[in-house]
């Protein structure tokens, strides 16, 4: 890590009903499942041991519950930040993957990685707002390590930012699990923040094999 450069600790929030439902969330304000919950202390442990000197959240329920016992652990507060929400999926939200699918299949597949949403964002809309949030977290904790907790969908969106892949190629990063981590080094640039450094706690590459899955 660059000497000014901040270390972000991203996780994906835990599961929750409608994940295990396979309904299309958004920006619906779902609470953890008990599994859930479990995973945001299996989370919290996993950190225990690195020295974190802020902790951010989405101001979603999902992603604020995850936060909480990370930020517990390390004596500090969640910031609820919504440049860290999850898209919003617009005429998606409470559909099943084979609705969206039936519905809109031009949209479905690799599409929807680089498409926005009926009634809702565009994948751009919201990378640009994720790296709002995150310049406003590098500006105020250089050479700090910061936890972010965020969303699926946000959080490959961010990821792509990182790997330097545009929007269309987001489909080659690989999906991250609920509870799970990835960290990235960010740094102001002039009047831009630069994120990199993309590494996986789980061990895992951050591409697919399959540009298309």
């Known amino acids: ?103 809109w299949p031009d949209l479905w597949g690799p599409a929807r990685h680089y498409s926005a949403r009926p009634g809702g964002e565009s994948p751009g809309g919201v990378r640009r707002r994720m790296l709002r949030g995150i310049t406003r977290v590098a500006r105020d904790h250089p050479r700090e390590t910061v936890v972010i907790v965020s969303h699926g969908a946000a959080i490959r969106w961010l990821s792509a930012e990182a790997l330097g892949y545009d929007d269309r190629h987001a489909a080659r990063i690989r999906g991250l699990s609920n509870g799970g981590v990835v960290t990235m080094d960010a740094r102001i640039e002039g009047d831009r923040v630069v994120v990199g450094n993309l590494v996986r706690l789980d061990g895992g590459t951050p591409d697919l094999d399959d540009p298309n899955a």
């Open 1 to 103: 890590m660059e000497s000014s450069s901040t270390k972000l600790l991203v996780v994906r929030h835990g599961i929750t009903e409608w994940n295990r439902a396979g309904l299309a969330q958004g920006t619906a304000d779902i609470d953890l499942d008990e599994e859930g919950r479990e995973q945001a202390d299996a989370v919290a442990d996993r950190l225990a041991s690195f020295e974190i000197d802020a902790v951010f959240s989405s101001d979603l329920k999902r992603a604020v519950q995850t936060a909480e016992p990370i930020a517990a652990r390390h004596g500090l507060k969640v910031v609820q930040d919504p440049d860290f929400r999850e898209v919003d999926q617009g005429e998606w939200t409470g559909l099943t993957t084979r609705e969206i699918r039936r519905r």
